[in-house]
């Protein structure tokens, strides 16, 4: 499990999985999402938390592509 905070870094760290090619799943305020591919997002003043989940056979690849 990653956690994002806010909506750039999920942005940005969806973005680098989708990139490497990982399957992810997001758990957040708005519901669960598999490769959420809009990055749009309704307006709102709050700082929601993202937590990024992965198969066990890919961590070690969604590392690489979250660090790098």
């Avoid at 399957?23 to 997002?41: E, I």
Wanted: aromatic share 14%; glycine share 6%.
């Amino acid at each position: 499990m990653y956690i994002a905070v806010g909506d750039e870094a999920y942005a940005r760290i969806s973005g680098k999985l989708h990139n490497h090619g990982v399957r992810y799943r997001t758990k957040s305020p708005l519901g669960n999402v598999w490769n959420n591919a809009s990055h749009t997002f309704p307006p709102r003043s709050e700082m929601f938390t993202y937590e990024f989940y992965v198969m066990p056979e890919d961590e070690h690849k969604a590392l690489h592509a979250i660090h790098s």
